[in-house]
């Protein structure tokens, strides 16, 4: 059975870090590009990072490079997400997920990230 599993998340202070890992079982993990999503109530699922398979290359959105670092380890099928700098407004759902191409494939569950003022 094909599994991402998110952990990670929680309460945390503005200003704070947070790191985030996606577990990743059932498929071949180092053929596969990464993206971290996120979830806000109301709102869109909007992109946060991406990966290439072999972790060579990171993308992020304008708003969140110098903040957020994507990293993987594929010897161990581990995906991460480092959060610095966090602001009431990073509070969502994190969702990790595999994509061939541009096209994601599989989801994990979610993980909840709360920021405090």
């Known amino acids: 059975q094909v599994q991402l599993v998110e952990s990670g998340g929680g309460l945390v202070q503005s200003g704070g870090s947070l790191r985030l890992s996606c577990a990743a079982s059932?498929?071949?993990?180092?053929?596969?590009?990464m993206n971290w999503y996120r979830q806000a109530p109301g709102k869109e699922r909007e992109l946060v990072a991406f990966?290439?398979?072999?972790?060579?290359?990171?993308d992020y959105p304008d708003s969140l490079k110098g903040r957020f670092t994507v990293s993987r380890d594929n010897a161990k099928n581990m995906l991460y997400l480092q959060m610095n700098s966090l602001k009431p407004e990073d509070t969502a759902v994190y969702f990790c997920?595999?994509?061939?191409?541009?096209?994601?494939?599989?989801w994990g569950q979610g993980t909840q990230v709360t920021v405090s003022s």
């Open positions: 990966i290439s398979s072999s972790g060579a290359y990171t």
């Open positions: 059932g498929f071949t993990f180092n053929n596969y590009g």
């Open positions: 997920s595999a994509r061939t191409g541009l096209t994601p494939i599989y």
